[in-house]
Protein backbone atom coordinates (compact mmCIF):
# COMPACT_ATOMS: atom_id res chain seq x y z
CA UNK A 1 0.00 0.00 0.00
CA UNK A 2 3.22 1.86 -0.12
CA UNK A 3 4.01 3.89 -3.31
CA UNK A 4 7.43 5.46 -3.66
CA UNK A 5 7.41 5.65 0.11
CA UNK A 6 4.54 7.74 0.08
CA UNK A 7 1.62 6.47 2.16
CA UNK A 8 -1.88 8.00 0.41
CA UNK A 9 -4.36 9.67 2.82
CA UNK A 10 -6.78 7.14 2.24
CA UNK A 11 -4.21 4.34 3.03
CA UNK A 12 -2.85 6.12 6.11
CA UNK A 13 -7.39 6.20 7.09
CA UNK A 14 -7.37 2.67 6.32
CA UNK A 15 -4.03 1.18 8.34
CA UNK A 16 -5.55 3.57 10.97
CA UNK A 17 -8.60 1.80 10.84
CA UNK A 18 -6.95 -1.68 11.13
CA UNK A 19 -4.70 -0.28 14.27
CA UNK A 20 -8.09 0.78 16.13
CA UNK A 21 -9.93 -2.45 15.25
CA UNK A 22 -6.83 -4.83 16.36
CA UNK A 23 -6.73 -2.74 19.74
CA UNK A 24 -10.50 -3.58 20.22
CA UNK A 25 -9.53 -6.97 20.04
CA UNK A 26 -11.10 -7.53 16.27
CA UNK A 27 -8.58 -10.32 14.22
CA UNK A 28 -8.79 -11.43 11.39
CA UNK A 29 -7.01 -10.85 7.93
CA UNK A 30 -10.48 -11.78 5.56
CA UNK A 31 -12.27 -9.26 7.39
CA UNK A 32 -9.82 -6.27 6.50
CA UNK A 33 -9.22 -7.63 2.78
CA UNK A 34 -12.86 -7.62 2.53
CA UNK A 35 -13.35 -4.17 3.95
CA UNK A 36 -10.62 -3.07 1.68
CA UNK A 37 -12.65 -3.98 -1.31
CA UNK A 38 -15.78 -2.71 -0.19
CA UNK A 39 -15.21 1.42 -0.04
CA UNK A 40 -17.33 2.55 2.66
CA UNK A 41 -17.81 6.40 0.50
CA UNK A 42 -19.72 4.58 -1.84
CA UNK A 43 -22.48 4.07 0.58
CA UNK A 44 -23.13 7.16 1.75
CA UNK A 45 -23.56 10.73 1.04
CA UNK A 46 -20.69 12.46 -0.49
CA UNK A 47 -21.50 15.23 2.05
CA UNK A 48 -20.17 12.51 4.75
CA UNK A 49 -17.33 11.10 2.72
CA UNK A 50 -14.64 12.29 5.13
CA UNK A 51 -16.61 10.49 7.81
CA UNK A 52 -16.30 6.95 5.77
CA UNK A 53 -13.66 4.93 7.96
CA UNK A 54 -14.61 6.89 11.26
CA UNK A 55 -16.15 5.49 14.37
CA UNK A 56 -19.25 7.20 13.67
CA UNK A 57 -23.12 6.98 12.80
CA UNK A 58 -23.96 8.30 9.99
CA UNK A 59 -27.26 9.45 8.37
CA UNK A 60 -28.46 7.82 5.13
CA UNK A 61 -32.30 8.40 4.09
CA UNK A 62 -35.96 7.39 4.79
CA UNK A 63 -34.21 8.53 8.70
CA UNK A 64 -31.97 5.63 8.89
CA UNK A 65 -28.71 5.54 9.56
CA UNK A 66 -24.97 3.25 9.10
CA UNK A 67 -24.13 2.10 12.00
CA UNK A 68 -20.53 2.38 13.92
CA UNK A 69 -17.98 1.10 11.81
CA UNK A 70 -16.29 -0.50 14.35
CA UNK A 71 -19.48 -1.83 15.68
CA UNK A 72 -20.30 -3.41 12.43
CA UNK A 73 -16.76 -5.04 12.13
CA UNK A 74 -16.74 -6.54 15.27
CA UNK A 75 -19.90 -8.25 14.64
CA UNK A 76 -19.15 -9.48 10.92
CA UNK A 77 -15.97 -10.76 12.78
CA UNK A 78 -17.58 -12.67 15.39
CA UNK A 79 -19.62 -14.35 12.98
CA UNK A 80 -16.71 -16.23 11.47
CA UNK A 81 -18.15 -16.33 7.93
CA UNK A 82 -17.21 -18.56 5.43
CA UNK A 83 -17.43 -19.37 1.79
CA UNK A 84 -19.78 -22.27 2.41
CA UNK A 85 -22.25 -20.41 4.57
CA UNK A 86 -25.36 -18.63 3.55
CA UNK A 87 -26.34 -15.67 5.48
CA UNK A 88 -29.28 -13.85 6.17
CA UNK A 89 -29.67 -10.15 7.27
CA UNK A 90 -32.28 -8.08 8.04
CA UNK A 91 -31.95 -4.38 8.09
CA UNK A 92 -29.95 -3.80 4.59
CA UNK A 93 -29.69 -0.16 4.96
CA UNK A 94 -27.00 1.47 2.74
CA UNK A 95 -25.86 -2.22 1.34
CA UNK A 96 -21.83 -1.73 3.29
CA UNK A 97 -22.39 -4.94 6.04
CA UNK A 98 -24.03 -7.23 3.07
CA UNK A 99 -21.32 -5.98 0.53
CA UNK A 100 -18.76 -7.09 2.90
CA UNK A 101 -20.33 -10.27 3.92
CA UNK A 102 -20.46 -11.36 0.14
CA UNK A 103 -16.75 -11.09 -0.09
CA UNK A 104 -16.62 -13.56 3.16
CA UNK A 105 -19.70 -15.93 2.34
CA UNK A 106 -20.99 -17.80 -0.23
CA UNK A 107 -24.54 -16.51 -0.64
CA UNK A 108 -26.15 -13.44 1.52
CA UNK A 109 -30.04 -12.83 1.12
CA UNK A 110 -30.67 -8.85 2.93
CA UNK A 111 -34.04 -7.60 3.62
CA UNK A 112 -35.19 -3.98 3.46
CA UNK A 113 -38.27 -2.27 4.58
CA UNK A 114 -37.62 1.31 2.67
CA UNK A 115 -37.75 0.63 -1.23
CA UNK A 116 -35.52 3.84 -1.55
CA UNK A 117 -33.04 1.73 0.63
CA UNK A 118 -33.74 -1.17 -1.24
CA UNK A 119 -33.43 0.28 -4.62
CA UNK A 120 -29.72 2.50 -3.68
CA UNK A 121 -28.17 -0.88 -2.62
CA UNK A 122 -28.86 -2.95 -5.37
CA UNK A 123 -27.52 -0.34 -7.64
CA UNK A 124 -24.54 -0.84 -5.74
CA UNK A 125 -24.37 -4.10 -5.39
CA UNK A 126 -24.47 -4.42 -9.23
CA UNK A 127 -21.92 -1.79 -9.62
CA UNK A 128 -19.54 -3.37 -7.19
CA UNK A 129 -20.08 -6.88 -9.02
CA UNK A 130 -21.42 -8.83 -6.27
CA UNK A 131 -23.84 -11.70 -7.68
CA UNK A 132 -24.28 -13.65 -4.74
CA UNK A 133 -26.24 -11.21 -3.28
CA UNK A 134 -30.54 -11.81 -2.90
CA UNK A 135 -31.85 -8.27 -2.28
CA UNK A 136 -35.84 -8.58 -1.29
CA UNK A 137 -37.91 -5.43 0.10
CA UNK A 138 -40.48 -6.98 2.41
CA UNK A 139 -41.44 -6.98 6.43
CA UNK A 140 -38.33 -8.91 7.44
CA UNK A 141 -39.81 -8.58 11.34
CA UNK A 142 -41.87 -11.60 10.70
CA UNK A 143 -39.47 -13.64 9.45
CA UNK A 144 -40.98 -15.58 6.86
CA UNK A 145 -37.86 -15.02 4.04
CA UNK A 146 -37.50 -18.11 2.62
CA UNK A 147 -33.97 -19.69 1.08
CA UNK A 148 -33.19 -21.02 4.58
CA UNK A 149 -31.85 -23.07 6.59
CA UNK A 150 -29.13 -19.96 7.26
CA UNK A 151 -25.70 -20.89 8.59
CA UNK A 152 -25.46 -17.21 9.52
CA UNK A 153 -28.06 -14.33 10.65
CA UNK A 154 -27.53 -11.03 11.41
CA UNK A 155 -30.54 -8.91 12.77
CA UNK A 156 -29.91 -5.15 12.77
CA UNK A 157 -33.18 -3.77 14.38
CA UNK A 158 -33.60 -4.23 18.04
CA UNK A 159 -35.75 -7.24 19.20
CA UNK A 160 -37.79 -6.73 22.36
CA UNK A 161 -36.96 -10.83 23.33
CA UNK A 162 -34.76 -13.24 21.79
CA UNK A 163 -36.35 -13.38 18.16
CA UNK A 164 -37.21 -17.31 18.36
CA UNK A 165 -38.75 -16.72 14.71
CA UNK A 166 -34.81 -16.39 13.54
CA UNK A 167 -33.36 -18.70 15.75
CA UNK A 168 -35.82 -21.28 14.25
CA UNK A 169 -34.07 -20.68 10.65
CA UNK A 170 -30.80 -21.37 11.51
CA UNK A 171 -28.88 -24.81 10.41
CA UNK A 172 -27.08 -27.10 12.68
CA UNK A 173 -24.01 -25.05 14.12
CA UNK A 174 -25.38 -21.82 13.10
CA UNK A 175 -25.02 -18.72 14.71
CA UNK A 176 -27.40 -15.60 14.85
CA UNK A 177 -26.30 -12.11 16.12
CA UNK A 178 -29.25 -9.44 16.97
CA UNK A 179 -30.05 -6.69 19.64
CA UNK A 180 -31.90 -7.88 22.49
CA UNK A 181 -33.82 -5.25 24.58
CA UNK A 182 -36.36 -2.65 24.32
CA UNK A 183 -36.88 -0.35 21.20
CA UNK A 184 -36.64 2.87 23.85
CA UNK A 185 -33.46 2.20 25.74
CA UNK A 186 -30.21 0.41 24.97
CA UNK A 187 -29.94 -3.26 24.15
CA UNK A 188 -27.28 -5.77 24.57
CA UNK A 189 -25.82 -7.70 21.70
CA UNK A 190 -26.13 -11.23 21.67
CA UNK A 191 -25.05 -13.74 20.16
CA UNK A 192 -26.89 -17.21 19.83
CA UNK A 193 -25.06 -20.15 18.87
CA UNK A 194 -26.78 -23.54 17.41
CA UNK A 195 -25.65 -26.40 18.95
CA UNK A 196 -27.84 -29.74 18.43
CA UNK A 197 -31.12 -29.13 19.59
CA UNK A 198 -30.08 -25.76 22.15
CA UNK A 199 -29.20 -22.45 21.51
CA UNK A 200 -25.70 -20.96 23.32
CA UNK A 201 -25.69 -17.51 24.60
CA UNK A 202 -22.84 -15.14 24.53
CA UNK A 203 -23.35 -11.56 25.32
CA UNK A 204 -20.98 -9.46 23.26
CA UNK A 205 -21.44 -5.54 24.26
CA UNK A 206 -24.11 -2.58 24.61
CA UNK A 207 -25.54 -0.62 21.57
CA UNK A 208 -28.75 1.31 20.97
CA UNK A 209 -30.05 0.72 17.44
CA UNK A 210 -34.10 1.05 16.64
CA UNK A 211 -36.87 -1.78 17.02
CA UNK A 212 -37.90 -3.22 14.26
CA UNK A 213 -41.27 -1.59 12.57
CA UNK A 214 -43.37 -3.85 11.02
CA UNK A 215 -45.00 -3.85 7.23
CA UNK A 216 -42.77 -2.53 3.78
CA UNK A 217 -42.65 1.42 3.37
CA UNK A 218 -43.19 1.54 -0.41
CA UNK A 219 -43.15 5.22 -0.67
CA UNK A 220 -39.86 5.77 1.06
Known amino acids: ?30 VF ?3 EKTPRQQFIAPAYAPLALGN ?6 C ?8 EQIALLSALQLEPKHRVLEIGTGSGFT ?3 MAHLAGRVTTVERYKTLYDEARQRFRVLGLDNII ?15 FDRIMLWPACDEEPQVFMDMLASGGMLIAPV ?23 LFSVRYQPFLDGVAAAL
Open 135 to 149: SRQMDGAQGAVGGGP
Open 56 to 61: CVIPIP
Open 98 to 100: AAL
Open 181 to 203: GAGDGPQTMVCFEKKGSHFERTD
Open 63 to 70: GEYIERLD
Open 33 to 35: AAL
Open 1 to 30: MVRDGQVTAGEEAFLSLVLRLRAKGVEGSK
